[in-house]
């Protein structure tokens, strides 16, 4: 039998909870077992179980107690009554809390880190949760459970100290968050936190955790964190200003406007408003922030995209423009991908952006410290939407939106600008210059009249405008007729926040009127899950060629239905929200699953010739072949590849949860599969992440036993990226054994590869080099040159991890060789790489000089700056050997220039930190690990 009181109270026999142990029994329980086996006083008993108010006739009411309880426990637990005492004889290992306290108590006594990490973690193991959950007793509540918490967090220490002393730095990394979310208010866990930061090469995060920290004990404890805490946060602040951790600012200016709408007319007073804000002396360093809002369909973009670009010279810095498409039918734009498509605006690199909204908010402040930027986020949803992005000084941020955007004036002290229909002189003034265009013949009372019915709404004005000019024998006076006697006309003029009713009638004037074509590709449009399109996507849904498919879009463009700012195609969100309503009111369902169906067939095979450009490998799983209909990208480089890839990356992530959510499974994972590499190159691991498992859910319910395996392996090693071991662990575990039982060698080997890399990051070097080996022997025999090459460099990493330099050596010469053989240069250069670091380790300087020369050269010709600074490191380290310390500090200032230019976080023993403590060390030690993830 075992009691557990480390997490809910319960008694376990047999395996088995023990039932009905409830309330005071559970209580006496609690407070017997953690004495046992000594006694506890009748008295002891009364206030730990009843509190201040004991029953008055105590003995009896606990002998009543320990009646019930022995009734419940059986006659394995023997409760013995010592004169005026009770005592639970039950051995001390039988209870969690007592083998808890032993196992602490005995690493405290060991020297041996093995053996005391041993220990802990057995400890450690034990705990599962908040001590004596459901059991009602102040005295365990105020006394004991803080005590064993304090115990377990000592521990939970203690380990980790362990873990960091042996340079895991990034594995401690996730439940070091978990455990400062958890235990917000304990400073020693958050001063660990933010030195794995520090050491992990993202001091900009740890400073921006550093705010987190004293903002919260301000506001809960009014204090501030302790000497050890600022002393950290000094030492940070003083790196960062010496070698700042935020990239340098890029050589692009970016200049990301979309094209000005043309024949703009009216709104004077609003752009004399915005050019007064613009102008106008900041009360303080922080941006000025403008809301526009409004109806939909008042115009609201037009003007940004009218001021933004009259204003323009204001900032020279550059101009950064974001759809946050925040009404319309697709979801609005996470802060997250936001932020990241803000940043890359600013000419940052995946590998340049963490993880996480607070992080990648603070770096875009940094970049924009200072610097005269417009930023214009248009069509948000709401403040939360926008907040994370405004930046910390300087320049101006123009929003647009349907809210009215309260809070975010309140807070943010955001200036509130509302944009009204046209008035009635703005109104006849834009159909007058259009009409007249055309040779439309109109008088100043039928035009009045029409401005009238259209509620003087811009995009209702266009509309009826484009169909004036469609026929020009047309009047302005029938066209007011038709639309008075118009069943909608009353919804017409409600031009309020639900303003998709109002235009109903006016967009219909449009469609009502367009060719069999266009009407089909106007209502099918409103499939398409992401925010802009291609002609060639389009062609695809319809299941018409090209050129048929451009002339239907062009007619869509010219009844101002669709918009085409350049090369791609979108709508706006409130004529995106008509055509959804189309298709679901008349379009035949067996029609439209068809045409979503080949749209989605088109994404995933174009991403699986993308993928094949980008890997030069064959994929894992069998997409068979196109729908009919359905012409999919080709790619002859990889240059392309990314290209498509960028412009379709919203789209693509939209397309895996549009297929998931409807019930098209085998679209989502082959979706994700296909986007595995692309993502990985962009490191969106956010998005990366998530349609991972979302595939994983997908193959499961589709019961394709070879996409569970392809699925659950990719999740395997998505977790891996995201440091979370045990969950790498778990389902690697069950790719391995998905990918064996349908005889799928390739899928093993690739398994066993990636568990090879889970436990070197363990630490467990035999059990890495053991799962890499076996790899190995699985891929030989299918000729896979490549993925053998990759098992050796891992294999050379591990055995640098364990200073068995003789064997890195051999295996890393082994990895060299056959990356020439499969052509596969950008592994060669990492192969070389650890190849001059084993040979530094072994001694053989000169060597390793000619092979860290080799690969400098190999990743300058490749344009891969991360295998350019382990090149720079380790030849500094061989130049070094033989003496020549100034040319081992220009070879080691230049991999840290390259930091500090491109912003790469760097691995736990090759970052900013290392390579300055190399520039200031008489005496640096040679590199007895590889640089860290280059074995990939």
Request: glycine fraction near 8%; hydrophobic fraction near 40%; charge should be negative.
């Amino acid at each position: 039998m075992e009691i557990r009181l480390l997490g809910p109270v319960e008694v376990i026999r047999d395996g088995e909870p023990v039932a009905r142990l409830t309330g005071r029994p559970r209580a006496l329980l609690a407070v017997l077992a953690l004495a046992a086996p000594e006694p506890v006083t009748v008295e002891a008993i009364g206030r730990r179980v009843w509190g201040a108010d004991p029953p008055e006739n105590l003995r009896p009411s606990v002998q009543s107690l320990v009646f019930r309880l022995r009734r419940l426990l059986g006659p394995e637990a023997a409760i013995e009554c010592i004169g005026s005492s009770y005592a639970l004889r039950i051995a001390r290992g039988q209870v969690d809390a007592s083998r808890f306290g032993q196992l602490t108590e005995a690493a405290g006594r060991l020297d041996d880190p093995a053996e005391q990490r041993e220990r802990l973690t057995a400890a450690l193991a034990l705990w599962r949760g908040e001590p004596f959950g459901g059991v009602d007793s102040e005295w365990l509540d105020q006394l004991q459970a803080p005590r064993l918490t304090e115990t377990y967090l000592s521990a939970v220490e203690r380990r980790l100290d362990l873990d960091l002393a042996a340079g895991k730095h990034e594995q401690a990394l996730p439940e070091l968050r978990e455990l400062a979310a958890a235990y917000p208010l304990r400073e020693s866990l958050w001063l660990r936190l933010l030195t794995v930061l520090a050491r992990c090469g993202r001091p900009a995060d740890a400073l921006t955790q550093y705010e987190e920290l004293r903002r919260r004990l301000a506001d809960e404890l009014g204090t501030d964190p302790d000497e050890q805490l600022r002393a950290l946060h000094a030492q940070l602040l003083a790196a960062t200003q010496s070698r700042p951790t935020a990239p340098k600012r890029s050589a692009m200016t970016p200049r990301q406007l979309p094209p000005a709408p043309g024949g703009f007319t009216g709104r004077a007073t609003t752009l004399a408003e915005l050019d007064r804000l613009s102008a106008a002396p900041r009360e303080s360093s922080a941006p000025t922030i403008v809301a526009v809002h409004g109806p939909g369909g008042v115009g609201k973009t037009a003007l940004a995209l009218h001021w933004a670009h009259r204003a323009a010279d204001q900032f020279p810095d550059g101009q950064l423009y974001l759809n946050l498409q925040g009404y319309g039918p697709d979801r609005p734009l996470d802060p997250d991908t936001a932020l990241d498509l803000l940043l890359r605006g600013l000419g940052l690199s995946g590998a340049q952006i963490p993880d996480g909204r607070q992080a990648r908010a603070a770096l875009l402040r940094s970049v924009l410290a200072g610097r005269e930027v417009l930023v214009v986020l248009d069509n948000a949803r709401n403040a939360d939407q926008v907040r994370p992005l405004i930046p910390g000084s300087a320049g101006l941020v123009l929003v647009t939106s349907r809210s009215q955007l309260r809070s975010l004036a309140a807070r943010e002290g955001a200036h509130r600008v509302p944009l009204e229909p046209f008035s009635a002189d703005d109104a006849a003034a834009y159909l007058t210059r259009i009409l007249t265009a055309h040779d439309v013949r109109h008088d100043t009372a039928e035009l009045a009249e029409l401005t009238r019915l259209c509620g003087h709404l811009p995009l209702a004005l266009a509309i009826a405008a484009e169909r004036l000019t469609r026929d020009p024998a047309g009047s302005v006076r029938a066209l007011s007729a038709e639309l008075e006697q118009h069943p909608d006309r009353l919804a017409l003029l409600d031009v309020g926040e639900d303003a998709d009713g109002a235009l109903r009638a006016v967009f219909g004037w449009s469609y009502d009127v367009l060719e069999a074509q266009p009407a089909r590709a106007f209502r099918l449009l409103g499939l398409h899950p992401g925010p802009d399109t291609s002609l060639e996507a389009v062609s695809a849904l319809l299941a018409v060629p090209p050129e048929e498919t451009r002339r239907s879009l062009g007619q869509l463009v010219g009844a101002h239905l669709l918009e085409q700012p350049g090369d791609r195609y979108q709508l706006h969100d409130l004529l995106a929200e008509y055509s959804v309503r189309l298709v679901q009111e008349f379009e035949d369902t067996t029609e439209s699953t068809a045409a979503q169906t080949r749209l989605l067939d088109w994404y995933a095979h174009s991403a699986l010739n993308g993928k094949v450009a980008l890997e030069k490998s064959e994929p894992l799983l069998d997409f068979g072949r196109p729908a009919a209909g359905v012409e999919p990208m080709v790619f002859d480089t990889a240059r392309q590849a990314v290209d498509w890839f960028t412009d379709e990356r919203q789209g693509l992530v939209a397309a895996v949860r549009t297929a998931v959510a409807q019930g098209h499974d085998r679209a989502a994972y082959r979706l994700a599969h296909a986007l595995w590499p692309y993502l990985m190159y962009l490191r969106a691991l956010d998005d990366l992440f998530e349609i991972q498992c979302l595939a994983l859910d997908a193959a499961r319910r589709t019961g394709d036993g070879d996409a569970e395996a392809v699925t659950a392996h990719a999740v395997g090693r998505a977790y891996l990226f995201r440091s979370d071991l045990d969950r790498a662990c778990k389902h690697l575990d069950e790719a391995l054994r998905l990918f064996e039982l349908l005889g799928n060698d390739h899928g093993r080997g690739s398994a066993l590869t990636d568990l090879g890399r889970l436990y070197r990051r363990w630490g467990d070097t035999d059990a890495s080099v053991r799962h890499h080996r076996a790899a190995i022997d699985v891929l030989e025999p299918l000729n896979d040159t490549a993925g053998v090459a990759r098992n050796q460099a891992n294999v050379a990493e591990t055995y640098l991890l364990a200073n068995r330099h003789q064997e890195a050596v051999e295996a890393a010469r082994e990895a060299v060789t056959l990356n020439r053989v499969a052509d596969e240069r950008r592994a060669e250069a990492f192969a070389l790489n650890t190849l001059a670091t084993a040979l530094l380790g072994h001694g053989d300087h000169n060597d390793a000089e000619r092979t860290a020369a080799e690969a400098l050269d190999l990743s300058r010709d490749l344009e891969d700056r991360w295998s350019e600074v382990c090149a720079l490191t380790n030849l500094g380290h061989a130049v070094h050997s033989r003496g020549n310390t100034p040319e081992a500090h220009h070879h080691w200032q230049l991999a840290l220039n390259i930091l500090d230019e491109t912003g790469m976080p760097g691995s736990d023993n090759l970052n900013r930190t290392t390579l300055a403590q190399l520039l200031t060390t008489d005496r640096p030690p040679a590199p007895s690990q590889g640089a860290g993830g280059q074995s990939g």
